[in-house]
T-cell receptor
Framework: DVKVTQSSRYLVKRTGEKVFLECVQD?????MFWYRQDPGLGLRLIYF???????EKGDIPEGYSVSREKKERFSLILESASTNQTSMYLC??????????????FGPGTRLTVL | AQKITQTQPGMFVQEKEAVTLDCTYD???????LFWYKQPSSGEMIFLIY??????QNATEGRYSLNFQKARKSANLVISASQLGDSAMYFC??????????FGAGTRLTVKP
């Protein structure tokens, strides 16, 4: 079974703090993704990575950065947290391959509150 | 660019009846995949069903089927014989050549006993 884990289920930070959200997958997947989920907006792609040290911007990268130093780990960084970054953050991973093997596997999510 | 539109914020269905959740999409990629995920109140994202753009037949997985109409760019999810445990958020998503996926806003399905 693919397992995607995220470092925290709940996190409370203060405005201006630097925040690290960690994601680890154990299936040797090449591709990893960070989304934020807000009511009425669904999941929006922040960044994704298709290989170690590679990253691509998604639809809402402003205010975020990412790091992928090892294949299994993909970190999302909020350089200076703001209240509008209060959200649920979901990490996902995906291997290479076609058909139904294209599915993304999700972690349990981190609910971040910025005060 | 790819886009998914789910126009039903909320849907209600009686237990044991069938329900259709709508999804339309837009993409310029010649080859793409369409996905449906379920998110119960516990928050995990559960993969339900996949349809490839070149698949000739509509996908089915148990009580889930995907009504794929390529010309209309729609990929509706049909759940047959609804159960109370089907109450959840349902997301439609599209994945193109770049491996990145775009999701719709979701539909909250409530199954009534």
């Amino acid at each position: 079974d693919v397992k995607v884990t995220q470092s925290s289920r709940y996190l409370v930070k203060r405005t201006g703090e630097k925040v690290f959200l960690e994601c680890v997958q154990d299936m040797d997947h090449e591709n990893m993704f960070w989304y934020r989920q807000d009511p009425g907006l669904g999941l929006r792609l922040i960044y994704f990575s298709y290989d170690v040290k590679m990253k691509e911007k998604g639809d809402i990268p402003e205010g975020y950065s990412v790091s992928r130093e090892k294949k299994e780990r993909f970190s999302l960084i909020l350089e200076s947290a703001s209240t509008n970054q209060t959200s649920m953050y979901l990490c996902a991973s995906k291997g290479e391959g076609g058909g139904s093997y294209n599915e993304q596997f999700f972690g349990p999510g981190t609910r971040l509150t910025v005060l | 660019a790819q886009k998914i539109t789910q126009t039903q914020p909320g849907m209600f269905v009686q237990e044991k009846e069938a329900v259709t959740l709508d999804c339309t999409y837009d993409t310029s990629d010649p080859s793409y995949g369409l996905f449906w995920y379920k998110q119960p109140s516990s928050g995990e994202m559960i993969f339900l069903i996949y349809q490839g753009s070149y698949d000739q037949q509509n996908a089915t997985e148990g009580r889930y089927s995907l009504n794929f109409q390529k010309a209309r760019k729609s990929a509706n999810l049909v759940i047959s014989a609804s159960q109370l445990g089907d109450s959840a958020m349902y997301f439609c998503a599209i994945q193109g050549n770049n491996n990145d996926m775009r999701f719709g806003a979701g539909t909250r399905l409530t199954v009534k006993p």
